[in-house]
Each structure stands twice: as structure tokens, then as C-alpha cells.
């Protein structure tokens, strides 16, 4: 194999494993703080604004639906803020599961091995497997 195609080989497989670890998995953004570009926000702020925001999107998922506006204002004066947050993480598992499974676990050693074979044939190294 020429020296030019193993490295674009090398640079692909690289490509391919920043893909794969992208996908691992989403963080939770409750566990963020206020945003550091404005520190005069205190937490009660921060989730006062955040509970605001996820009562407008569970009306608007409500109203989308198909739901009566009135039916919809009347649910949302009924629940609380933490049934309104149960609600939006239920709805986010509907989804895909997140995180990874043993597939994908899988798929990323043998990438990572894959990217050590391929820099030790850059770096002209014999590979003896006894």
C-alpha cells in the first residue's frame, strides 16, 4: 500500500472515530449552571426562566396535538413545574434510548485498534502477534 493512500486511510479513520464518539451520547443541561456571560444570574432565575420555557413548549406539544386551547391552559393551571419537567423527559426517551450500547462500544475499540495499526505501519513498525 502506498504511503499516500495510508495516510488518507489514517485521516479517514480519524474522521470516522470523532463521528462515532460524537454519538455517544447527550449531556443533561440541568446540570449547568447559570451561563458564565451573565453572572448576576442567580439559580432561582435560571430555573424560574426554565420552567417558564418548558410549560410554553409543553403547550405548544399539547396545542400541536391537536388539544382545545382551552383544555390546554386549563391542564397547564392543574400541573405542577415538576410535572411539567416529568412530562418533557418523558417525552425525550420516546426516542431513542441514550447513551451507548455494547454495539457501539464495540464499534469504537475496533476503530481505536483499527488507528493503531494504521500508525504503526505509518511509523514503519512490525506488528508480531505470537
Known sequence: MAHGTLRSVALGTAALCLWVVGMVGVAVADLVGPHPSNPMQTWAERNARLSQWERQLVAQWLRDYGYPPAQVESWMARVTDAEVHGAIL??????LPYGGDALEAIAVILIII????IILRLLNKEIIIR
Not at 90 to 95: D, F, K, S, V
Request: proline share 0%.
Open 114 to 117: 483499527i488507528l493503531i495499526i
Open 90 to 95: 418523558q417525552a425525550e426517551n420516546l426516542g
